[in-house]
T-cell receptor, first 116, second 110 residues
Framework: DAGVIQSPRHEVTEMGQEVTLRCKPI?????LFWYRQTMMRGLELLIY????????DSGMPEDRFSAKMPNASFSTLKIQPSEPRDSAVYFC??????????????FGPGTRLTVL | TQLLEQSPQFLSIQEGENLTVYCNSS?????LQWYRQEPGEGPVLLVT?????EVKKLKRLTFQFGDARKDSSLHITAAQPGDTGLYLC??????????FGTGTRLQVFP
């Protein structure tokens, strides 16, 4: 079975450029989460969706960050413009919603973003 | 704000040693999960504990949920190099979101 798929796995860009990270959740999972992981701040929840609808985006750091989920099999996280402090590993996770957003989450391999 | 503090932050041991990782909070959680993250990969669920005082065993790993459901521990017996990774606890609190702990980075040397 295919797990959560993220692309690209690595992204190096220059400050000010637009960055788009992509995620394909596990088929049949209707909750999707975007996290950011750094050494300093650990694993932070940015935003999560249920049935393609954003539920809570309180973790999105700034207006430069936006996320969409146009259908059940695809989501994007966009940073525009990017800044060096956005450098981190970004994870997408999905879960089969059974009444709580705290059920087991299945993580993708992550996208390592470096902003120069 | 509910927080989960893990200790120690870093742990380097020799193969065959035993170790315990702690996950503590001042808040009550309805359940607690433990994940392991290997380098270059995402976290993978190891276990979920839901009852205060619950103990679960997974081969050489023993997980315990505190009686008051505010803390948890992970004990590894006879650690192996394959146990190397970042261990994360995650609690289900009062916000219907998983709260992840600060993490314990374990290195087991052969």
């Amino acid at each position: 079975d295919a797990g959560v798929i993220q692309s690209p796995r690595h992204e190096v860009t220059e400050m000010g450029q637009e960055v788009t990270l992509r995620c394909k959740p596990i088929s049949g999972h209707n909750s999707l989460f975007w996290y950011r992981q750094t050494m300093m701040r650990g694993l932070e929840l940015l935003i999560y969706f249920n049935n393609n609808v954003p539920i809570d985006d309180s973790g999105m750091p700034e207006d430069r960050f936006s996320a969409k989920m146009p259908n059940a099999s695809f989501s994007t996280l966009k940073i525009q413009p990017s800044e060096p402090r956005d450098s981190a590993v970004y994870f997408c996770a999905s879960s089969p919603y059974r009444g709580s957003f705290t059920d087991t989450q299945y993580f993708g391999p992550g996208t390592r973003l470096t902003v120069l | 704000t509910q927080l989960l503090e893990q200790s120690p932050q870093f742990l380097s041991i020799q193969e065959g040693e035993n170790l315990t990782v702690y996950c503590n909070s001042s808040s009550v959680f309805s359940s607690l999960q433990w994940y392991r993250q290997e380098p270059g990969e995402g976290p993978v669920l190891l276990v979920t504990v839901v009852t205060g005082g619950e103990v679960k065993k997974l081969k050489r790993l023993t997980f315990q949920f505190g009686d008051a459901r505010k803390d948890s521990s992970l004990h590894i017996t006879a650690a192996q190099p394959g146990d190397t990774g970042l261990y994360l606890c995650a609690g289900a609190g009062n916000t219907d979101k998983l709260i992840f702990g600060t993490g314990t980075r374990l290195q087991v040397f052969p």
